[in-house]
């Protein structure tokens, strides 16, 4: 990020994440690029930075294959009983994407918390207790079939972070989808 003079350059790893970096409220130039690959960057992106905000960047591939990003507002409230849960569809082959938080006495049919209809490139907040929850995100076709993009292991929602998940698309699965969970 860029202001004035100001100039912070961070390198991270696929599905990896940045320190919290504190800056001054104010607008900033936002850049990217790709392992170094120069034909999948960004640059001049704008990003504002209010007053008492904390705000969560992700860098992607889109659709066409482009590098660039997608901002969102942290929660800045201590995480120890009930969690903020950022959820974002990075994803273009399917919009509407349903992800369940599933605990171990539920089903998705039961589960109490869900995310249903996530569009592509599309970030939500859900707000769950301290618990273990397995994540099952799946693709209605509004016919007659459910896709099952991917299930994770039991994640313990238990310490004091923020949470963001992502579903994506992977070479590393059998279904071609994964979910990221990032905290």
Not at 94 to 121: C, H, N, P, S
Not at 164 to 177: A, W
Request: charged share 20%; aromatic share 10%.
């Amino acid at each position: 990020m860029v202001t004035g003079s100001t100039s912070t350059s961070i390198e991270l790893a696929a599905n990896g994440l940045s320190n919290f970096n504190t800056v001054d409220f104010g607008d900033y130039r936002l850049s990217a690029v790709l392992g170094g690959d120069a034909s999948l960057s960004f640059n001049n992106r704008l990003v504002t930075l209010n007053q008492s905000e904390s705000n969560a960047i992700l860098l992607y591939l889109d659709a066409e294959n482009n590098l660039t990003s997608l901002a969102f507002e942290e929660s800045t409230l201590p995480q120890i009983y009930d969690h903020q849960i950022e959820v974002s569809n990075l994803s273009p082959d399917f919009f509407e994407v349903d992800l369940y938080f599933v605990r171990k006495d539920e089903t998705i049919e039961t589960a109490q918390y869900q995310l249903l209809g996530l569009d592509y490139a599309d970030s939500r907040s859900l707000t769950l207790p301290s618990d273990y929850y397995e994540l099952i995100s799946v693709y209605d076709d509004n016919i007659d079939t459910q896709i099952l993009l991917d299930r994770s292991e039991l994640i313990a929602l238990n310490v004091e972070a923020n949470y963001i998940i992502t579903i994506e698309k992977t070479l590393d699965s059998p279904t071609g989808y994964k979910i990221s969970a990032l905290f």
